[in-house]
C-alpha cells in the first residue's frame, strides 16, 4: 500500500494533468473553429469574386464594353503571322458607294500589309486595302485595282479613309484629313455584294479564310468605320480633327462587334487627341 501522502500528491499530480489535458483539447476545438470559420470566410471570398467574374462575363455578353466607351479600343497585330486577325461579326449590304475609315499605326517594312479585307462567295477580294512587298498602297474592288498615294509606315498614327461609288467606279483617299489621291474606272457599275465577311489584319483567298502571312497587317487599327455613302471632304477633316465622333451607320467601330484571333488583342485606345499629337 502507497503511503496516504505520497496518493495525495499523485491524485494530485493526475487531477493537474487532466486538467492540462482538458485545457488542451478545449484550445484544439477552438482553433478548429477558428479554422472551420477561416476557411468559410475564404470560401465565401472564392464564391464572391467568381460570382463578380461571372457577372462580368455576362455583361461583356450582353455587349456592355470592358473599355472606358464601347469604341475607345484598338486591335493589336504585332506579328506577321498567318493566324493573327480580327473578325467583324457585322456583314456588308449590297453597297452602290461607301467610305470606309480608320485609324492604323504600323512600322512594318517591306509594305503594311493588310488592314482589312471582304471576301463574298465568288470574290475573295471583293474589296481590300494592301500594301505588300514594295509596292504602293492598292485598294482592290472585285479585284480591280487602284495604286493610292498613300505613306503610312512611319510607326505613327495616321487616320485613313477611302470613298468609292460604283458610278464611274469614282474613288477618292484621305491621309490625316487631307484628300492625297482621287481616281475612277475602278470596278463601275459594280454593286459590292453583300453577305461576306469582313477581315482585320489579313488578305482573304477564300472567305474568311487561307491568309497568307507574307500579306498579314502587323501593327495597330482602330475606329474602323463603314458609311453607305461618300462622305463629305468636310466630314472626313472633322473625324480626322477629333471634332467629330461619327459612327460608321452600315459597320459603327464597337467592342461587341469585333472578335480577335490567334493571339490577336484588344487594348484601351489612345486618345483622339492623343493620336492627333502622334502625327
Known sequence: MLPSDFREVLQRRLGELERQLLR???????????????TSAHRQKTENA????????????????????????????????????????????ELYAFTICLWL???????IGTPFSYAVPGQANEIVLIEWGN????????????????????????HICITWTTRDGMWEAFQ????????????????IKPGGVLILGQEQDTVGGRFD????????????????????????????NCSTNMPGNIIPWVDNNVDVFGGASKWPVETCEERLLDL
Not at 450582353?62 to 486577325?85: E, H, I, M, Q
Not at 499605326?105 to 509594305?111: I, K, N, V, Y
Not at 490625316?176 to 454593286?191: C, F, I, M, Q
Not at 502571312?213 to 480626322?240: H, K, P, Y
Open 50 to 93: 467568381l460570382n463578380a467574374l461571372l457577372q462580368r462575363v455576362t455583361e461583356l455578353e450582353r455587349g456592355n464594353s470592358a473599355f472606358k466607351s464601347p469604341d475607345a479600343f484598338k486591335v493589336s497585330l504585332p506579328l506577321r503571322t498567318n493566324y493573327l486577325y480580327g473578325k467583324i461579326k457585322k456583314t456588308l449590304p
Open 105 to 111: 499605326r504600323s512600322s512594318a517594312l517591306p509594305g
Open 176 to 191: 490625316d484629313g487631307e484628300k492625297l489621291g482621287t481616281g475612277e474606272n475602278l470596278a463601275p457599275w459594280h454593286p
Open 24 to 38: 488542451k483539447v478545449a484550445e484544439l476545438e477552438d482553433e478548429k473553429s477558428l479554422l472551420h470559420n477561416e
Open 135 to 158: 509596292n504602293p498602297i492598292e485598294l482592290l474592288i472585285n479585284d480591280k485595282v487602284a495604286q493610292l498615294p498613300l505613306f503610312v509606315s512611319d510607326g505613327k498614327w495616321h
Open 213 to 240: 502571312a507574307t500579306q498579314a497587317f502587323v501593327g495597330e487599327l482602330s475606329q474602323f468605320n463603314i458609311w453607305d455613302r461618300v462622305l463629305r471632304a468636310q466630314e472626313i477633316i472633322n473625324i480626322a
